[in-house]
């Protein structure tokens, strides 16, 4: 069965400063990953997707991520922290080839960003 | 440009009470799905619908909660007989068929809240 660790629940940094959250993800194939973005009392939404077509992703709001196969990682970056960015953070996976199904998710990373 | 509508927003129910929730897709997304999502958590999936056919259920989805699409429109979730372990937030999401990656779009939560 497939499903994603995201290692650190809560993640700090300072604005400017280099955001890192970490997702690891189990899969007998490789998979499509997702990073989703939550707000406070919104729903999600889609930051990047990863679809094999290539291992560095760019995403909105200036993050991007990348997929590592031998890792089995697939790590959520942004060079320098905003306010804006405070949210919590989701990593979720989907096999290829059954594209109806459900997203997994996992439990989340809340990032903090102080002044 | 409209996106997942849900409603209501917030209900606060006391334990044995039934509750509805109501989601209206994108308009020409044909798949629906139903999450929920307890405080720190992932969303946990809880059943999706490909047009009016309900395709998938969790076993998080006990006896005392159904959902319907009846004209493969918007979706009610329905809760029996609630609990306090139902407090959360259900979040809706739909997709449109034949996208490779088939990433949800997400509305923005009906939060329950059980006494």
């Known amino acids: 069965a497939q499903s994603v660790t995201q290692l650190g629940s809560h993640v700090s940094v300072s604005e400017g400063a280099l955001v890192l959250l970490r997702c690891n993800y189990s899969?007998?194939?490789?998979?499509?990953l997702f990073w989703y973005v939550q707000y406070p009392n919104q729903g999600l939404q889609l930051l990047l997707k990863?679809?094999?077509?290539?291992?560095l992703v760019k995403g909105i709001n200036g993050f991007e991520a990348e997929f590592k196969k031998s890792e089995t990682s697939f790590h959520l970056t942004k060079p320098s922290a905003h306010m804006s960015d405070a949210a919590e953070y989701f990593c979720a996976v989907r096999t290829p080839g059954q594209a109806g199904t459900a997203l997994i998710f996992g439990k989340g990373t809340t990032l903090s960003v102080s002044s | 440009d409209t996106g997942v509508s849900q409603n209501p927003r917030h209900k606060i129910t006391k334990r044995g009470q039934n509750v509805t929730f109501r989601c209206d897709p994108i308009?020409?997304?044909?798949?629906l799905y139903w999450y929920r999502q307890t405080l720190g958590q992932g969303p946990e999936f809880l059943t999706y619908f490909q047009n009016e056919a309900q395709l998938e259920k969790s076993r998080l989805l006990s006896d005392r909660f159904s959902a319907e699409r009846p004209k493969g429109s918007f979706s009610t979730l329905e809760i029996q007989r609630t609990e306090q372990g139902d407090s959360a937030m259900y979040l809706c999401?739909?997709?449109?068929?034949?996208?490779?990656?088939?990433?949800?779009?997400f509305g923005e939560g009906s939060r329950l809240t059980v006494l």
């Open positions: 899969s007998s194939v490789p998979p499509y």
């Open positions: 308009s020409e997304h044909n798949r």
């Open positions: 999401a739909s997709s449109l068929s034949g996208t490779v990656t088939g990433e949800l779009f």
């Open positions: 990863y679809t094999s077509a290539a291992t």
